[in-house]
């Protein structure tokens, strides 16, 4: 963990960002035209590279509307084989670099049938399908308590200050609960009308490990899914992840203004 402080305090001329963000699959031109110090992952000590489409793979740093972020281009997720402790790694190294609030996005399949494709979601709340939790393993008392309550794991005055941003931008969001599963298969018909059926309204293979460390940390978070698909059962095309993407592409615009306006706000 030093190592990988010391290499990117070095890269970046000790900046200190106060917000973290990790943008999902298709969400990565949010950082296309900032002033900004990228790091390649594959550089980074302790770091893991990504081998998913609409991944890019790197660290960026830069100040937005006045705030200093650091900002995940693209997540390594548990399905490409990464042990968990890997995957919520760089939320530790965000937390040891000063961040305070957390935000994660992600690309996610509508379980709720009101919901479409494009739609953006705040999370309230999360399922953890995914079979493991980030902090089994002996317990690092630098970082969190053993034992973390997980009452509010998604701040509920972000959540009102990004309903309150959408309103100001006059985009129309969501709000509901996101269940994580390992993927990388999707889910059957089955499976989703038992998450349906349980309180999900939207699903995807990453986020809610991210979510539980960095509350564990003691870092505020806001989760925003872009639905970019429907699920199975309630489509007659076979789901692909190049769906995934392109819908991403299609939400990307009110997707950046809702994320520069709450940068703005935060």
């Keep these: 963990m030093q190592k990988t402080i010391d290499f990117i305090s070095e890269k970046t001329n000790n900046f200190m960002p106060e917000i973290g963000i990790i943008l999902g699959s298709g969400l990565g031109d949010f950082v296309k035209n900032l002033d900004s110090i990228s790091i ?16 890019a793979g790197q660290l960026v740093f830069a100040e937005i509307n006045g705030k200093k972020t650091v900002i995940m281009q ?9 042990p968990m402790d890997k995957v919520v790694f760089p939320i530790k190294v965000m937390k040891k670099l000063g961040i305070k609030t957390l935000i994660l996005t992600n690309a996610a399949g509508a379980v709720n049938t009101s919901f479409n494709p494009a739609d953006l979601m705040i999370i309230t709340d999360h399922i953890n399908f995914m079979g493991t939790n980030p ?18 794991v998604y701040k509920k005055n972000l959540i009102n200050l990004a309903q309150n941003c959408s309103k100001e931008i006059d985009i129309e969001i969501q709000t509901g609960v996101y ?42 978070v806001l989760g925003i899914s872009c639905i970019t698909n429907a699920t199975a059962g309630t489509k007659s095309t076979p789901l692909s992840h190049q769906e995934v993407v392109e819908t991403a592409n299609i939400a990307k615009n009110n997707f950046q203004s809702l994320l520069l306006k709450i940068l703005e706000k935060v």
Excluded at 74 to 82: C, D, I, K, P, V
Excluded at 182 to 209: F, Q, W
Aim: hydrophobic letters at 30%.
């Design 40 to 55: 390649p992952y594959s550089e980074i000590p302790g770091f893991e590279t990504s081998s998913v489409q609409g991944h």
């Design 135 to 152: 902090l089994i393993g002996k317990n690092d008392d630098s970082l969190g308590v053993r034992f973390p309550d997980m009452s509010e």
């Design 74 to 82: 693209g997540r390594y997720h548990f399905y490409e084989g990464h």
């Design 179 to 220: 269940a994580a599963c390992t993927g990388p298969s999707y889910e059957t018909p089955a499976e989703i009308n038992m998450l349906r059926t349980l309180g999900a309204d939207a699903v995807g293979m990453s986020t809610v490990p991210e979510a539980i460390i960095a509350n564990y940390c003691g870092i505020n």
